[in-house]
T-cell receptor, first 114, second 115 residues
Framework: AQSVTQPDIHITVSEGASLELRCNYS??????LFWYVQSPGQGLQLLLK??????LVQGIKGFEAEFKRSQSSFNLRKPSVHWSDAAEYFC????????????FGQGTTLQVKP | DGGITQSPKYLFRKEGQNVTLSCEQN?????MYWYRQDPGQGLRLIYY???????QKGDIAEGYSVSREKKESFPLTVTSAQKNPTAFYLC??????????????FGQGTRLTVV
């Protein structure tokens, strides 16, 4: 069965420090992968996506993610975190069958220390 | 501006009541989705519709119903059969008939609380 795992429920980093949020997926074919961000009480905003091609993808707000097929991972990174990055982050994989359904990880809450 | 509008933002339901959450999009998207979000569980799919007058159950459809009479609208009814309806509900849409090189756009959500 398809699944997404975000091993870290909660992460705290200092402002200006680097960030890596982990995402592992289980999927039989080439996956469509996404990272979304959610501020409290709000909807989800797409940070970046991977469909094919270059395995290092750039997104908005200075985020990037690297697709590693051998490790079934799609980790999100940012070189220098800003206080406004504090939010919940979701990794998702597109379900098979061209239905557009998304399978989400449990989410990682990022706290930024001043 | 194009987008997805969910209303109301907050909704309170008494035990045994049915309530309907609204989702409207002006993106001209074919496919629409309802997800439920609970703390620590990510988002789970309730129902989805890829075309007008057709919809499919997601992973947690029990206690919910939907309709898709217009392309722009995909309302979700939380029935009295849903035993634990308190959650944050998110509506999403995707453009195009096939899922290729597109991403889901989300509304701002409706928080439903049983009182």
């Amino acid at each position: 069965a398809q699944s997404v795992t975000q091993p870290d429920i909660h992460i705290t980093v200092s402002e200006g420090a680097s960030l890596e949020l982990r995402c592992n997926y289980s999927y039989g074919a080439t996956p469509y992968l996404f990272w979304y961000v959610q501020s409290p009480g709000q909807g989800l905003q797409l940070l970046l996506k991977y469909f094919s091609g270059d395995t290092l993808v750039q997104g908005i707000k200075g985020f990037e993610a690297e697709f590693k097929r051998s490790q079934s991972s799609f980790n999100l990174r940012k070189p220098s975190v800003h206080w406004s990055d504090a939010a919940e982050y979701f990794c998702a994989v597109g379900s098979s069958g061209n239905t557009g359904k998304l399978i989400f990880g449990q989410g990682t809450t990022l706290q930024v220390k001043p | 501006d194009g987008g997805i509008t969910q209303s109301p933002k907050y909704l309170f339901r008494k035990e045994g009541q049915n309530v309907t959450l609204s989702c409207e999009q002006n993106l001209n998207h074919d496919a629409m989705y309802w997800y439920r979000q609970d703390p620590g569980q990510g988002l789970r799919l309730i129902y989805y519709s890829q075309i007008v007058n057709d919809f499919q159950k997601g992973d947690i459809a029990e206690g919910y119903s939907v309709s898709r009479e217009k392309k722009e609208s995909f309302p979700l009814t939380v029935t009295s059969a849903q035993k634990n309806p308190t959650a944050f509900y998110l509506c999403a849409s995707i453009g195009g008939g096939m899922f290729s090189n597109t991403e889901a756009f989300f509304g701002q959500g409706t928080r439903l609380t049983v009182v």
